[in-house]
């Protein structure tokens, strides 16, 4: 990372942090380590973020759209004029699994042998970091507007992840959704939604809807975990 | 190498060759290390080539002419027309010697960050067989699948339609959208859902989501144009 200038790392549940021997194999790049966040679940690194790319060399049933990484390093930088973008990495062994890769917007691969394409989680990381150094200083500045009319800012992670849970509650409560025979249902859903790239003023319309179906099918008073957002901000 | 589809390997004085933690760090790669020539000196490694290319992060008085990466890749397949090509790297902690260097035709250098330049060996060899492999591809890429899997065919247009019809009808019967008022809320939806392109199976899923609140929502029998379409199309 910090060949490439490249500065924020988050750990997701790391199994020892701080570590001397991760420590000593930084070598001079010990100062990432040491302002490394350290978080207790994913979704709590990616809070804040307005796309997630999820590197993956296998293809993805239900996946986010797929870029070969120097095309991914062109769409990163274009977005994250937009907001906080990040690189979404599994460990070594296991990699990221189809949940994981859920909640993010894109998958990205790196060109390789068709024989032999699992690269290492290092090299893998050095050449994503190498891509988007290139691209920041090609000479070529990516263009950051990507102005929609009507567009408002992108919805930040935790938004779109309380949507879903919004929508799945839904989708229970009308008799549409088995939870014991799920079908698949929701990561369709979300890899519809992610191909999108829902906006906060859209998923205030989309929230707005699905509590006044919850009040309509539950007129006692509807469960809302956050009440009257919806609604009330679709009307802006 | 092998994951960018080199398979040449030349070692000059190994310290240890054969070696159980090398086979073991290969993983599926040790057909590489098995078929490495090892030799005793530079020269011999290097016999038969027409152009030597020494990958360096420093640069060097007195140097072959320094390219970088993406540009050395170009050039290093133009030349490997004439003839054999090869790719010098030093070991992990001394690198190149002047002497060893100046044996070389180019230098190549990673463009990285000023202030912290040197990558560890191997991300230097993955960079750059990486540049490789794309520079040969590049024109006549490799055939990649960009599909995303289990994506069904687009929607057709009127199908498309159709369920905004009803999405409008449950927005309303919802009490979510007031048809005095409708404040822009239906064109903005299908702004979102022009931006996904929707498939048909995903229009059978929120067409299945509509029905089931709706039956809900009128338990005597819910209006529905096209009856029983959404759900069981969706379980498929």
């Known amino acids: 990372m910090k060949t490439m200038g490249l500065s924020r790392l988050s750990l997701v549940n790391p199994k020892h942090f701080p570590d001397p021997q991760a420590v000593a ?45 120097r095309e991914a ?6 977005r994250a004029g937009e907001g906080e973008v990040a690189l979404l990495f599994g460990n070594e062994t296991a990699g990221l699994s189809n949940a994981e890769v859920q909640r993010c917007q894109r998958t990205v691969f790196i060109p390789a042998n068709p024989d032999y394409s699992s690269l290492n989680l290092a090299s893998a990381v050095q050449l994503l970091c190498y891509e988007l150094r ?12 990507r102005a929609v009319p009507f567009a408002s800012p992108p919805a930040a992670h935790e938004d779109v992840e309380r949507f879903y849970l919004h929508l799945e509650r839904v989708m229970v409560s009308s008799g549409f959704l088995d939870p014991q025979r799920p079908r698949r249902l929701l990561p369709k859903l979300r890899r519809l939604f992610g191909r999108a790239e829902l906006e906060r003023d859209e998923i205030n319309i989309l929230r707005g809807l699905l509590d006044a179906v ?15 957002e919806g609604l009330g901000s679709a009307a802006k």
Chains 1, 2 share one sequence.
Do not use: M, W
């Not at 390093?73 to 274009?78: E, G, K, M, P």
């Open 25 to 69: 194999r930084a070598a001079d790049a010990d100062d990432i380590l040491e302002q490394a966040q350290v978080c207790s679940s994913l979704d709590e690194a990616l809070a804040g973020t307005v796309q997630v790319y999820a590197l993956s060399a296998r293809h993805r049933n239900l996946g986010p759209p797929a870029l070969p990484a």
């Open 134 to 145: 290139l691209a920041a200083f090609d000479g070529h500045p990516p263009v950051v507007t």
């Open 73 to 78: 390093a062109t769409d990163i930088l274009s």
């Open 214 to 228: 919850e009040r309509k099918t539950s007129p006692g008073g509807a469960p809302c975990d956050t009440p009257g």
